[in-house]
């Protein structure tokens, strides 16, 4: 979720990552920060948006509050904030945000190794983005941030390049994965509210996640 600014220069996608969480800290955040911010200017996307081209720059802030309340979460209004809790279990082992468009989730700690693209890949969702629906993309070489675990895809960009597609270690490696210039047109920013130049894309989840663990 974030709030989307444009002048005559440029279209500004603001978004604040707040982490909470046993596994969450100072240095894991601005890891998450810097991959979100890094993989989607990445492209140097453009946008048609009132008859011009704009360039669409990602603005990424981030910040640890390892004593949030819950309250904060569920009363939040501002637009930018996205809440992920960061925890070495997660039910169903995965990372998750909780819905397209949203601005909560719970990644698993496991799943946040430096080059990983999980966040960058959950920040998609929290836009709007869904998983493309064709999940064999062999043949059409690197695959898309929005393409999840288990996709087939060339032998390069899987796990274990050596594996037949499908077997172990024959699907999608994440660290292969890129910000694509059709991730950021498929935004559909020129078809937001716009007010006073601004927008919001996204909307509010304000879910707050107890730690897995404390509930096995």
Not at 6 to 33: K, P
Request: net charge negative.
């Amino acid at each position: 979720m974030g709030i989307i600014e444009y002048d005559n220069q440029a279209i500004l996608i603001l978004s604040h990552i707040v982490t909470y969480g046993n596994a969450a800290g100072s240095n894991l955040t601005e890891q998450i920060r810097e991959e979100i911010e890094t993989m989607w200017n990445e492209p140097g996307g453009y946008v048609w948006l009132k008859g011009a081209a704009y360039p669409v720059r990602f603005r990424i802030s981030a910040v640890y509050q390892p004593e949030i309340a819950p309250e904060e979460i569920l009363g939040n209004d501002d637009p930018r904030n996205n809440y992920f809790r960061i925890e070495e279990y997660a039910e169903g082992n995965i990372s998750f945000v909780d819905g397209l468009g949203c601005n909560t989730g719970y990644f698993k700690l496991e799943n946040l190794y430096q080059g990983s693209t999980t966040a960058a890949h959950e920040y998609g969702h929290t836009l709007g983005l869904e998983h493309p629906r064709d999940l064999d993309y062999r043949g059409k070489g690197v695959p898309g941030i929005m393409y999840p675990r288990g996709t087939l895809v060339d032998a390069a960009y899987q796990y274990d390049p050596g594996q037949p597609a499908g077997a172990k270690g024959g699907t999608l490696n994440p660290v292969y994965r890129k910000v694509r210039e059709e991730d950021i047109l498929l935004l559909n920013i020129d078809q937001l509210s716009f007010k006073n130049n601004q927008a919001v894309i996204g909307d509010f989840s304000s879910i707050w996640h107890p730690d897995h663990q404390a509930l096995t």
